[in-house]
């Protein structure tokens, strides 16, 4: 099948490099036809995140910092005079102290709970409500989450609440946006080797430990995540809201390791 998202546009939030999560959704939903802007923060981002933009015929790139209104005020007003709607967004974002994620989670900083849980989880929503707006016709939002958020994974610490803080209002938007012909889900990858997933302590224990006990034996990748994505947003996923989606070999289901690893 081919051709699953022409006519469709999006604004994908999150690329850091070629490796991370947000490109492999990028890049599957562009080779389904899918017209794409892309966000970065900062002149360093953005010059990462212009060549892989080019690669996909994309010349629409929103300097943007989640938590300043003006500058979210002006990517929107953007897209609006470029393309005049939306169909879809992809939030690939999230941050914490890189130093609170290799410690106890008792000794989270108040400044890095509130900053975690900002741009972690409230910016989904305040993206969420300006982006529907643009949605005359319905539309998918889409974020991206982690089983640490309903299951202890050490070090992960603030992210897991923050995390959870974000399924939560995924569920919510979903009801809030279902009337517009909206869509909001959320898509579960295991440990994958990401810029983001080597800030957390222990990232390499991780994933060698979901690999070696997912009832698949493998953790996800790039096009299956975007795979993934593309379903979603695309009409095939028409009737699917308010969902979790785990796309990480079947780790989430086992509630101990396998046999051969006890």
Request: hydrophobic share 40%; proline share 3%.
């Amino acid at each position: 099948m081919t051709g699953l998202m022409a006519g469709k546009r999006g604004l994908i939030m999150g690329v850091a490099n070629e490796r991370s999560i947000a490109w492999g959704i990028a890049k599957q939903m562009a080779a389904q036809g899918a017209d794409l802007a892309f966000s970065y923060q900062g002149e360093a981002f953005g010059k990462r995140v212009e060549p892989l933009a080019a690669s996909v015929g994309s010349d629409l790139l929103l300097d943007v910092d989640v938590t300043d209104d003006s500058s979210l005020d002006a990517a929107f007003a953007r897209i609006k005079s470029e393309w005049g709607r939306m169909d879809f967004l992809v939030h690939a974002i999230a941050f914490s102290d890189k130093a609170e994620l290799t410690g106890r989670f008792r000794d989270t900083s108040r400044a890095n709970f509130r900053q975690s849980l900002e741009i972690s989880c409230y910016s989904f929503i305040d993206l969420g409500r300006r982006a529907s707006e643009l949605m005359p016709d319905g539309g998918c939002l889409l974020t991206l989450t982690f089983q640490g958020s309903n299951t202890v994974t050490p070090f992960y610490n603030v992210m897991g609440v923050a995390k959870a803080a974000l399924e939560s209002a995924v569920r919510y938007l979903a009801n809030d946006l279902g009337p517009e012909g909206i869509r909001v889900n959320a898509i579960s990858p295991g440990p994958m080797k990401t810029l983001a997933g080597a800030a957390i302590g222990g990232a390499r224990k991780t994933f060698r430990h979901a690999e070696g006990n997912a009832p698949l034996r493998t953790n996800a990748t790039l096009e299956s995540v975007g795979g993934t994505a593309v379903y979603l947003a695309s009409e095939y996923g028409a009737h699917t809201t308010g969902e979790i989606i785990h796309v990480d070999g079947g780790y989430h289901v086992m509630g101990m390791p396998q046999v051969e690893n006890i």
